[in-house]
């Protein structure tokens, strides 16, 4: 028998992805999710344990002979939004958001089938154990979504407590469709900013403006200066995205506000533009802040900070060659960069060591290709969004073959494809 998802019975893990996606948990408060991963690697009784490692994180290490090491990784977190996909299992959870109040929470960007894919490999790893030989880290990661997971995690002493990997590889689900698998060579998802800026005005009574300096007007000005910035100021071969994500101002229609706080999120694949995005930003903050004659200066904070996701070129140069042969017409080898972002990265880069990173699909074939002859792909959920449906299979056969295929590559027990047991 090969070595892949044909290896293990996948009906438990069918279930278990039904349980993640009804039951999430919100950045940095994954207890439960981090627990039954624990609670599963444990059953296979061949991984040493860590836990808690920056937050709820989790590392579970098989030492299994001489050999190269190797970390897959997962992250566990969902995100703060009402689930409409009319699903069985939909999400009714509610929790505590960042800002004390209640929300509801969903696994809008597919993290449940991070988790299931690799705990299944690792499952079909543990069992094919003849078949390669090294170390094999798998790691469950919190706080993707707030971009901090990653670097907590080598902040607490990650790797005091397990080994420096020779490699690190990660993967992601998206709105592609089921059972397609996409690598580039070089950068395949964008770097990404978030900012708090908060614009000090002048309060006072609705009906005497003109003893104001109203933050409302100021915010709308400042909003609409920046939609210029990408399509004015950066260049047309340049990947750049701008948005304005929240505006918060006043509590009543009669009283002008103090203050206004927008939340700006910004991406890019170079350096040079993410020093011109963040750039712009001030200065047209500050410029707009004295066009309406504030007394105070903005305050400008930096709350997110995510690297670009750039993969070593030898790594996907040789996942390039098993995947396209495993996969064959289902892969593509140049996959279109993402303005999505991911802190998947730094596990490698804090230790200098290369890594590379993946998508594949997990919309219904059936709904994909029917979207496509209707020329509406466009109209396809996207991750992050509150219908953003996977089908389980093939998403979950496919995501636990990519995973496994890569680590035998890595580990040189053979291609990866057709391996023994």
């Not at 040789?318 to 892969?331: D, H």
Request: proline fraction near 4%; include cysteine.
């Amino acid at each position: 028998m090969s070595l892949t998802s044909q290896s293990i019975d996948l009906t438990p893990y069918e279930t278990l992805f039904k349980h993640f996606h009804a039951n999430p948990e919100l950045s940095n408060a994954e207890i439960n999710t981090s627990q039954t991963c624990a609670s599963h690697l444990a059953s296979l009784k061949v991984f040493t344990l860590h836990t808690r490692i920056g937050g709820y994180g989790l590392a579970g290490v098989f030492a299994n002979g001489p050999g190269k090491t190797i970390m897959l990784r997962a992250d566990m977190d969902a995100l703060p939004i009402q689930e409409d996909t009319g699903l069985e299992y939909a999400s009714k959870i509610t929790a505590l958001g960042a800002d004390g109040l209640d929300t509801p929470v969903m696994h809008a960007c597919g993290h449940d089938m991070h988790m299931t894919c690799l705990l299944a490999a690792s499952e079909v790893l543990v069992k094919g154990r003849d078949a390669w030989s090294g170390t094999l880290i798998v790691l469950f990661q919190p706080a993707e979504e707030r971009g901090s997971g990653a670097r907590a995690m080598v902040d607490d002493g990650l790797y005091d407590r397990i080994p420096v990997p020779h490699f690190v590889l990660g993967q992601h689900v998206m709105a592609m469709r089921a059972g397609s698998v996409g690598l580039r060579s070089g950068t395949i998802m964008a770097g990404a900013d978030s900012l708090k800026i908060t614009l000090f005005g002048k309060g006072g009574h609705g009906s005497q403006p003109h003893r104001t300096v109203d933050p409302a007007l100021l915010a709308a000005h400042v909003v609409v200066r920046l939609q210029g910035v990408v399509s004015r100021e950066v260049e047309y071969n340049d990947v750049a995205v701008l948005t304005v994500g929240s505006v918060q101002v006043g509590k009543t229609e009669n009283v002008i506000s103090d203050e206004a706080v927008l939340g700006v999120d910004f991406r890019s694949t170079r350096e040079g533009v993410r020093e011109q995005l963040m750039g712009a930003v001030e200065r047209i903050v500050r410029a707009e802040c004295a066009a309406s004659g504030c007394v105070r200066e903005p305050l400008i904070e930096r709350t997110r900070y995510l690297p670009c996701t750039v993969n070593d070129e030898g790594m996907a140069s040789r996942l390039k060659r098993v995947f396209g042969k495993y996969f064959e017409g289902r892969f593509d080898d140049e996959l279109p960069v993402t303005t999505i972002a991911e802190d998947f990265s730094i596990l490698a880069s804090s230790r200098g060591v290369p890594c590379v990173f993946w998508h594949w699909g997990g919309v219904d074939a059936e709904v994909w290709d029917r979207m496509s002859r209707e020329g509406k792909l466009g109209d396809v959920p996207m991750n992050h969004s509150k219908g953003f449906k996977l089908v389980v299979q093939p998403t979950l056969r496919t995501g636990v073959d990519t995973l496994v295929v890569a680590a035998l590559e890595f580990f040189g027990g053979g291609e990866g494809v057709g391996a023994k047991l």
